[in-house]
């Protein structure tokens, strides 16, 4: 049986709501960690008008939540390192937050392959709402949250959401020589612009967490955008349905986009809210 046209791209009316998943650091946040108030008020009204704003970040729970409250987003969902967990805003909650998902993975033979290759790595493993356990203590205001010490081995035994690798000296293009050559195919890698890489359980994404929370909300896919400008912010960009890269972006991540936008200290992100703001949508 044939498919209306209208069944593939659904008309937006004031009874849908859209779902907009939105990158923090170079994205919204300046380099220097400000938040303009332009992009403050407009992130304020793009919710006001019908549409589910999720923060979709490489960062922890920790590090996250001030960013909401500097956003002034008590509810709703938030996207945390780099897809693994959800949590869902709840202002009566400790922290104001709920954990509704996380997805795991044993490190053991990531950590291994890679301490193999550069033995006087920094390595860390996310603990969930706390901080990280470390190998060694990262350089103050690498991390968010509390840094306990433990052994290689301990850092190993649990499964986990997220694997940091820090690797003084090294450059980026080092570390994907790396994760190519021993094959970590069994792991999603994020390279960042310095020597860091994350590793995140298999097939997980800010757009697998993404899409996880747009059949929940009942969202039509085509009333999904996105907006980021990391290699992490890849999946997510080719998620959506309209999705813009920053200005400052590397190529491949402005290739994955439908639109090319400002840079972060020019507020570029604007130009992807601004289209978002109906007054005739407010929801009351």
């Known amino acids: 049986m044939a498919v209306a046209p209208e069944e593939l791209d659904p008309p937006l009316t004031r009874d849908h709501w859209r779902l907009v998943g939105l990158d923090i650091d170079g994205t919204l946040m300046h380099w220097g960690g400000e938040i303009s108030p332009a992009v403050i008020e407009a992130v304020a009204r793009v919710r006001m008008s019908r549409n589910h704003v999720v ?14 409250e500097r956003l002034g987003i008590s509810r709703g969902w938030v996207v945390c390192s780099n897809g693994a967990v959800i949590i869902r805003l709840n202002p009566g909650s400790p922290g104001g937050y709920d954990i509704a998902k996380t997805i795991t993975f044993n490190p053991r033979a990531a950590l291994e392959l890679i301490r193999d290759e550069m033995p006087d790595a920094f390595f860390a493993v996310e603990d969930l709402g706390i901080g990280f356990r470390v190998t060694k203590e990262f350089p103050m205001g690498e991390l968010a949250g509390v840094q306990r010490t433990v052994t290689f081995d301990e850092l190993c035994h649990d499964d986990v959401t997220r694997v940091v690798i820090r690797a003084p000296g090294a450059d980026v293009d080092h570390f994907d020589d790396i994760v190519h050559r021993i094959g970590l195919s069994d792991v999603t890698y994020a390279v960042g612009y310095s020597a860091w890489l994350d590793l995140t359980p298999p097939g997980v994404s800010k757009a697998s967490a993404l899409e996880s929370l747009r059949e929940e909300l009942g969202v039509h896919p085509e009333h999904t955008v996105a907006v980021g400008d990391g290699n992490n912010d890849i999946e997510m960009l080719t998620w959506a349905r309209d999705s813009y890269a920053m ?7 402005v290739a994955a986009a439908t639109s090319e936008i400002g840079p972060v200290d020019e507020d570029g992100v604007l130009e992807a809210l601004e289209p978002l703001i109906d007054p005739s949508r407010l929801a009351l």
Request: without cysteine; charged residues 15%; hydrophobic residues 50%.
């Open 247 to 253: 200005g400052h972006a590397p190529e491949r991540v």
């Open 55 to 68: 923060l979709a970040t490489g960062r922890n729970i920790v590090a996250t939540m001030p960013v909401a």
